[in-house]
Structures are given as C-alpha cells and as structure tokens.
C-alpha cells in the first residue's frame, strides 16, 4: 500500500513537470524570414523545441518590408485583419499574414502595416537612420499581437519576448490586458541580448503608450526621453522571469534584472531543457 502510494505519488508529480503548455513566442527577427542573428535564429529554435517537447505554441513577429512574401509564402489571414488600433491619436489598420516555417511544424503570424512595417526595415532606414517613430511602431506591434490572441481565443500560459520590438509587452499584460481573460494568468519571460542599440525613442513614448490601465504615470521612474537601455529596464520591471540568451549580454540590463526578485536562466549552450524547466517554475500549476 505505502509502495503504491509513493509510486502514485511520483506518477503524479512527473506527469505534471511534463505537463505540456501554451506558449506565446513574440519576436523581434525569426529565421529565415531575416537574415541569421542570434535573436532570429533564436527566434526559430525556440518554439521549434517547445512545440517538438509537445508544448502548444503560437508565434509572432512583424513583417518588415525587407521580407519577401512570395519567397517566404505569406499570406493575409482576413478574419484576423480589419481592426484600427489608435496610436498618439491616429488609426493604423492591423493586417496579419500568416506562414510555416519550411522543415518545421512552426506557424509564424506576422504583424503588418503600410506605414509601420511592410515599407521599412527594421530599425533604421536605407541610410542607417533611426524610424523617428520606432516608439510607435512598437507599441502598434504590441497591441497588434494582443489583439490577434484574443481574436485566436487562446489562452496562453507563458508569453516568452525576444527583441527590443516586444519590449513593452510585459507591461501592457500587467496594466492594460491584466482583465482580459486571455492574458489573467500568464506569466511573463523577456530574453536579453548583446546588442544595445543606441535609440532614442522621443518624448512622446509615455504618452504614446498609453492606453486603458497602463498609465504615463507608471513611468514616471524612467526618463521623459526613452531610449534603449530604459525599454529594457520596463520590461524586466514587469517580467515574471529573465532569460540570459547569450554569453555576454547588455552589463546594464543584467545588472537591472539582478536587482528584482524574478528568476533568471543563466546562458547556456544547451538550453532546450533548462528552459522547459524555466518555464514549470515560473508556472507551476500546469
């Protein structure tokens, strides 16, 4: 009897650290629709290895206008599109194609938008010139992706970030999507990268980003002019863990994130396993 007990009892509780979950995957870069970076290759390899540990995944990115769509084989999803989302005062009207990435089982939804995304590159122009209104263009993807997960009715139990692009996307589930039944419960992980890009985001950021609970007064901890470094300290301020994705990452970031009381993953080549057990800590229940 007792034997059966401690056995039932381990079943159970290896049954549940194997419990598969729903994870949302918001990138900067995938590859091969951008060139191989480590964000973008990162960007491929981790839902890749989730969905291969049977984890239900959805994955994001925008769709910069240096992708081919015919090469690449998107397509607009017309259920998903339509919607206007109302950044610093104007509409934007939210386009999503959708693709697969070949050899993979990963589907990639892309956020899209003429004056945003589908006309430019990513950070900077031809030139190398700073998008003036990179700070919009972040929050347009952000919300974008919030929006097409509710429309998806899916409920994602661990949202993952990579790229100073879904930066803000912790602290909108934390304020402004904290109700919504489809982001309630999960929990949020950011990834931290080398490369520091010397970006200013403007003076009307903060009031750019808001939008029903998430406030400009929640930021009056971070200069009125936000530049790369303070994208990273919001979204390690509203993270529920922190993922060193390669050896030597931003000093000021990692430094930042030592300071909160989050988990962090150390970097790590083999990281597929250490990650899923990541993700059971910071989620326990399923």
């Given at each position: ?87 610093n005062d104007t509409d934007h009207p939210l386009i999503i194609k959708v693709a697969s990435i070949v050899g993979t089982r990963v589907q990639v939804y892309f956020i899209d938008n003429d004056d ?171």
């Amino acid at each position: 009897m007792v034997l059966c007990m401690f056995f039932c009892t381990f079943a159970s509780v290896n049954l549940r650290s194997m419990a598969k979950k729903k994870i949302l995957f918001i990138n900067q870069e995938i590859s091969p629709y951008v060139p191989d970076t480590s964000l973008s290759v990162l960007g491929r390899e981790l839902p890749k290895a989730m969905q291969e540990r049977d984890h239900e995944i959805r994955t994001f990115m925008p769709k910069w206008g240096t992708i081919n769509e015919r090469r690449g084989q998107l397509h607009e999803v017309i259920r998903l599109s339509g919607m206007n989302l109302i950044i610093n005062d104007t509409d934007h009207p939210l386009i999503i194609k959708v693709a697969s990435i070949v050899g993979t089982r990963v589907q990639v939804y892309f956020i899209d938008n003429d004056d945003y995304f589908s006309k430019r590159q990513m950070t900077t122009d031809e030139h190398g010139v700073d998008y003036s209104d990179n700070g919009e263009r972040a929050i347009f993807f952000a919300r974008g992706v919030l929006e097409t997960v509710k429309k998806l009715r899916w409920v994602p139990d661990i949202i993952h970030c990579q790229g100073w692009m879904s930066a803000v996307i912790p602290f909108y589930i934390k304020t402004a999507y904290k109700e919504e039944p489809s982001f309630a419960d999960a929990k949020v992980v950011t990834s931290l990268f080398t490369k520091n890009l010397n970006m200013d985001l403007g003076t009307d950021f903060k009031q750019s980003l808001e939008y029903r609970d998430a406030k400009p007064e929640l930021l009056s901890a971070y200069n009125d002019s936000f530049d790369f470094d303070a994208l990273g300290k919001l979204a390690i301020d509203y993270s529920d863990g922190i993922m060193i994705a390669q050896e030597e990452v931003n000093p000021v970031l990692t430094d930042y994130a030592k300071t909160k009381e989050v988990p962090i993953l150390p970097f790590a080549e083999n990281w597929a396993d250490g990650l899923d057990e990541f993700y059971d800590k910071i989620y326990p229940d399923k």
